[in-house]
């Protein structure tokens, strides 16, 4: 009695019912949920509305107190004396996911079923601000499109700001075989236009651990780039515009007496940090650091750190991230990587990097695409 006044003044709008309090009702049971009277009101709870038989209006019931109230589907099921609301629609019964499948009155319900867990494994469009986030793994589609046929709520949702799919014109004949039963063959120029092409972003970080021993048993300091940009800038400079006075051998020399390798300027800029854009392979160096030394006109050995990423990848992004735990000179760089479809990720320590690579989802068409990847780095830290 207590719980269905307390709901009839919330709905009524009196008392100060805030319209949003659940009021969950657990009767007396053998064996079963503690009994009692529970009320929640804090924030970032899931309701949703019905409306309310008593006084016809909506009102907000949550996923604690639904189990125990008579919620009917149509008009034409409401039961005197035991049923207190009814669904607005009888789609609200479904999820959204259930709810953008089109004609699914005409399904089968285990095909509606495996629609539902099909969905959630599609690529599609996840956020709209996909160029400020540093997830660590996020999958987008890169040509999605609105569909041709729709549910009634598709528009309703407002899913065209996110779309998730590409409309296909499919043929079912049994042609070569190979397309038999879930098999399919897909035409070979709509693959290369870009046909269900997808992009899987990760972020990669790199760092150290705040304090390390040295050989001298004191704590050592790193910072990211090279000790002397300047001085690299000039030999590189040197080497660039005279390339027939510098043979291979006195290239290497030069650089090991600059105390790194002429390779990792292949991807790495001269303040040590990778170049936005450039691509990236197995083996490829996309961070520079050094130790501080207390004499700076002391040579110091630069160390690299080393892309791990089986695929290839595009430097996407490069942010800096400050570590607040410790406050030392250094800060961690995060590095943001594009990938296809189905490319791997991979992920350093205290620098995100974010790489990018473009493949077939191998569970639907078996024909690989040229894998295509992209790396966003976060940098922190002094420049």
Known sequence: MIAETLRYWKVEGSHDIPVDLEIGHIPESNGG??????LSSQQARMIRPVKYLPLEKEDFVGPFEQPYMSIAVRDSEIVPGESSHVEFDPTNILSIVANMTPFSDFNQ???NMYQCQMSKQTMGTPGTAIRHRTDSKSY??????????????????????????TNAIVAVISYTGYDMDDAMIINKSANERGFGYGTVYKVEKVGWEPASKSRGGTNSDFVFGFQNPAAIADLVNEITHSPADWPEDERRRA????????EWLQTVDEDGMPVVGKKVKKGDAIAVYHEIT???????EHRAFIYKGDEEAYVDEVRLLCEFSYPG????ITDRIKQPTSLPTNRCNSSPLNTVSREAPTSVISSPLVTDRRVSCLRSGQP
Not at 255 to 262: I, L, V, W
């Open 255 to 262: 650089f090991r007496k600059a105390g790194m390798k002429q």
């Open 109 to 111: 319900s285990p095909r």
């Open 294 to 300: 207390s004499d700076p006109t002391m040579r110091v």
């Open 140 to 165: 987008r589609l890169q040509t999605g499109q609105t569909p041709v046929v729709r549910s009634p709520l598709y528009n309703e949702y407002g899913l065209d700001n996110f779309p998730n799919g």
């Open 33 to 38: 949920q503690y009994p009692g009277l529970f």
């Open 329 to 332: 000179p250094e800060i961690p």
